[in-house]
């Protein structure tokens, strides 16, 4: 080769807007291009990445999508990359990618040549859309539009606000997140619910899944009447849920869930969700100052370490139908009605009823047809029971379809009568339901303190459910959320001192709950207010320091702890509170008492109660005539059968005609198979009653009742047990002593001379007691009753525990160390 050819070869001559490049092959070089327009070169390196082999531009990065539109490149980019949304740094970067035609959603824009782009990014930011984080503008279209991408959609810190509701795509399954509940806030115009779901069952929207976290929710309620229970005691308010959601009852399982969430200052439940046959998990929430999450016609749940404080309603319901629910890990506090309701429930309809058919006997299919309704029919309501109770007959139909909102198919379950075939029935004289309570499942380890109403209620049919190891405290007492303030109370003194008093009525109440510990809390009725300064009906226990919270409080006095109750509709249609296990509960100072099954809506049968401890240790809680436990009957044509109650552990005040364990059945020809033994009952006036309900006549003999020898372990008040089993003490009242293997637990009000040990210790040789006040004493004084050594008495200082050794119980002669 000469040496032009060769020159001509490694050199070839440079056309326009091309550049040289190496060849494919690697054999010489050639013109490449086109490139870049003249003068661009210089902005390669800090707009984007070119491919080596094509020289065609990869990734251009601009600073909003403003730009985008405007540029006009020789090449298209496959990418682009924005700094900001409106500007650079606003926190709406995102990444855009070349597609061949338009989008069909809202993630997507084009550049100057007409070039269209989407969002590639995985998880959609709607700060990359326009959305407003300071809470200024509405951010509904932003998010409408964001939900049609079809991707995970994150808000980040900031207010955002809702003036219009979101009506997600058909079939979607929706994933949002915020950066965490402290730092992602939605609010909304009065009314206005962010996500929903129509209910309507022919237009609604319906989707396919639903996962949200990390959402403050604030529905900026100011509350006005107090105790909370009504939506009209609401003066202004915003959102008024935060979101609704359903599927359709034959819909493919599909998951939902709501988790690290805050739920606050909503006029109306937080949440619907119905229809979710998948599995729903509501966890770690915290919902404050709003109504109780509605959860219906669900399977597969899990409600497990959420915190609720001063619900206007309940603190949760799992109602309607719902099966195999876990209620785990919750913290109830101040609901104005219900703890934790698990039941089913009657609604009244908003329109008058015909029923019409070929046949009406059990079994044929039926129209129902409703007119003049507010709402009318929803899919909520297939496989509901609906009740007519008219012209002194019943009928009982069950839904199982939904055309309309004003008709529907039902399945007759017992003969309609004549009276309502073909006949406009009102409102009045109809129910949709009663829906029946939840079956399937466990409710434990939840603490429930102070409801306005009982601690935890599973009414019209629940079954089959594992209720252990929860504790409720306080069942018929209302907390108000809005006055509290700091106070000091002395003990012994009915004066105390608030650093604010407004809110605090005479013949209301206040409750102190202390920072320093669980264990210390106090109520009391306010008998005089002057200025600060508050005089109660009862003496505080101790001194209370400022450091502590008291709230206005108002009595109900009634409700029981745990409340379980049956349906019965007619006599060809029951459902009974069935299959029940309680155990290994907690419960203290709940108005109407421990623990009821059955009541005037129904029976309950094939369920065990037992290892409990139900206790009174506040002295101002209602207790007239309370039992620790309740089994009630409701009728001959449902009577209670196989239901034990044994080794609960119950402690009830004396003087107020105070039951141990209590029975009523409906007639005296009781044959249920109802075991009431053996418990451990102490100071109770009654410890177990039988009484029929008709006659009200007497039948206790009947059964074969067993209460157990007191024993080591057990709980005794201490007057009983200086009275009746051989300590003797001149100023002891109401004092608890806890026994346990060989330690004695004595609280003392007031300094304790103790005159004389029961003889019963002669079966612990040797035993410590601990004074368990922190400023009283107790005194164990030598006397011809108890003789100490050295003849001198022992002295057991607050918070202190001696070694007692007992050298001749006969003599009562102990040895203290």
């Known amino acids: 080769m000469s040496n032009a050819a060769r020159l001509t070869w490694q050199f070839p001559r440079n056309e326009a807007d091309k550049v040289l490049g190496w060849r494919s092959d690697g054999k010489g070089m050639e013109n490449k291009g086109p490139f870049v327009a003249p003068g661009d070169l210089a902005t390669v390196a800090t707009t984007g990445d070119y491919d080596d082999l094509t020289n065609r531009p990869i990734l251009s990065n601009l600073a909003t999508i403003a730009a985008v539109q405007a540029d006009v490149p020789l090449s298209d980019p496959e990418w682009y990359q924005t700094a900001g949304y409106a500007a650079a740094g606003d926190g709406g970067g995102a990444l855009y990618k070349k597609v061949l035609s338009e989008p069909s959603h809202a993630g997507k824009g084009q550049n100057g040549n007409g070039t269209w782009y989407e969002i590639a990014d995985p998880i959609i930011n709607v700060l990359s859309l326009g959305a407003d984080p300071t809470g200024v503008s509405s951010v509904s279209s932003v998010a409408a539009a964001a939900l049609t ?128 046959k998948g599995s729903l998990i509501v966890q770690d929430n915290v919902f404050e100052r709003t109504k109780d999450a509605g959860i219906l016609y669900a399977e597969n749940i899990k409600y497990t370490n959420n915190t609720v404080r001063f619900s206007a309603d309940n603190g949760v319901s799992i109602s309607r139908q719902n099966k195999r629910i876990h209620v785990a890990g919750n913290d109830f506090f101040a609901s104005q009605n219900l703890g934790i309701f698990f039941g089913g429930i009657s609604l009244t309809p908003s329109g ?90 466990s409710v434990h380890d939840n603490t429930v303190m102070c409801c306005g109403s009982s601690g935890m209620w599973g009414s019209l049919g629940t079954s089959n459910l594992h209720i252990h190891d929860n504790t409720v405290i306080g069942s018929g007492i209302h907390i108000d959320s809005e006055v509290s303030t700091k ?25 102190m709950f202390s920072q320093r510990t669980n264990e210390d809390w106090f109520f009391a009725e306010i008998t005089n207010v002057a200025g600060n300064v508050l005089t109660l009906a009862t003496a505080a226990p101790r001194t209370l320091a400022n450091l502590d919270t008291y709230r206005a409080v108002k009595m109900t006095g009634s409700n029981f702890g745990i409340l379980l109750s049956g349906m019965y509709i007619s006599s060809g249609y029951l459902k009974y509170n069935e299959k029940l296990n309680i155990h290994d509960n907690l419960i203290l100072d709940c108005g109407d008492g421990g623990i009821r099954l059955g009541s005037s809506s129904g029976s309950g049968r094939r369920s065990k109660i037992h290892d409990n401890i139900i206790r009174y240790e506040n002295p101002n809680v209602a207790i007239a005539a309370a039992p620790g436990i309740l089994i009630t009957e409701h009728s001959t044509n449902m009577r209670c059968s196989d239901i034990q109650v044994y ?33 451990r009952i102490t ?121 007692i050794v007992m050298i001749d119980a006969t003599t009562a002669q102990v040895e203290g160390v």
Not at 489 to 496: I, R
Request: with cysteine; aromatic share 8%; charged share 15%.
């Open 149 to 276: 991408v079809g991707r995970p959609v994150h808000f980040p810190a900031g207010t955002f606000h809702f003036a219009t509701a979101v009506n997600p795509p058909a079939g979607a399954n929706i994933v949002i997140t915020g950066e965490h509940r402290t730092r992602t806030r939605w609010t909304a115009n009065q009314g206005i619910v962010p996500i929903l779901c129509s209910r309507n069952p022919t237009t609604g929207t319906r989707i396919s899944g639903f996962s949200i976290s990390g959402i403050d929710f604030d529905g900026q309620a100011v509350r006005a009447t107090f105790p909370y229970t009504s939506l009209s005691d609401y003066s202004s308010y915003g959102m008024l849920q935060a979101f609704n959601i359903r599927f359709d009852g034959d819909a493919d399982p599909a998951d939902v869930i709501i988790e690290k969430c805050t739920f606050r200052n909503i006029p109306n439940v937080p949440f619907w969700s119905s229809n979710i």
């Open 352 to 441: 008058d009823l015909t029923i019409s058919g070929a046949a009406y006997t059990n079994g044929s299919t039926l129209t129902l047809t409703m007119s003049n309704q507010a709402e009318g029919w929803t899919v909520e309501d297939i496989n509901s029971t609906i009740h007519v109770s008219a012209s002194g007959v019943d009928s009982v139909i069950r839904v199982v379809s939904v055309a309309s909102t004003t008709v529907a198919t039902g399945i007759a379950l017992l003969n309609v009568p004549a009276a309502h075939q073909n006949t406009l029935i009102s409102a009045a004289n109809w129910a949709i339901g009663p829906q029946v309570g939840s079956s399937q499942g």
């Open 487 to 511: 106070g000091t109370a002395v003990s012994g003194s009915t004066t105390l001192t608030l650093a604010d008093a407004t809110g605090f009525a005479i013949g209301n109440w206040v409750a």
């Open 647 to 679: 080794h609960n552990l119950i402690t009830m005040p004396t003087g107020a005609s105070t039951i141990g364990v209590r029975y009523d059945p409906i007639d005296t020809s009781d044959t249920s198979l109802i075991h009431l033994g053996p418990n």
């Open 683 to 803: 100071a109770a006036d009654t410890l177990y009653r039988v009484r029929e309900t008709t006659g009200l006549t007497d039948i206790t003999s009947k059964y074969n009742v067993n209460n157990e020898t007191t024993r080591q372990g057990d709980s005794l008040r201490v007057a009983e047990m200086f009275a009746g089993s051989g300590w003797v003490a001149g100023n002891v009242v109401s004092n608890d002593m806890t026994v346990t293997n060989t330690l004695m637990s004595l609280s003392a009000a007031a300094t304790i001379n103790v005159l004389r040990v029961p003889a019963d210790t002669a079966n612990r040789p040797f035993f410590f007691l601990r004074n368990a006040s922190s400023t009283d004493s107790i005194t164990l004084t030598h006397s011809a009753g108890l003789r100490c050594p050295n003849a001198t008495n022992v002295t057991i200082g607050p918070r202190e525990m001696k070694l």
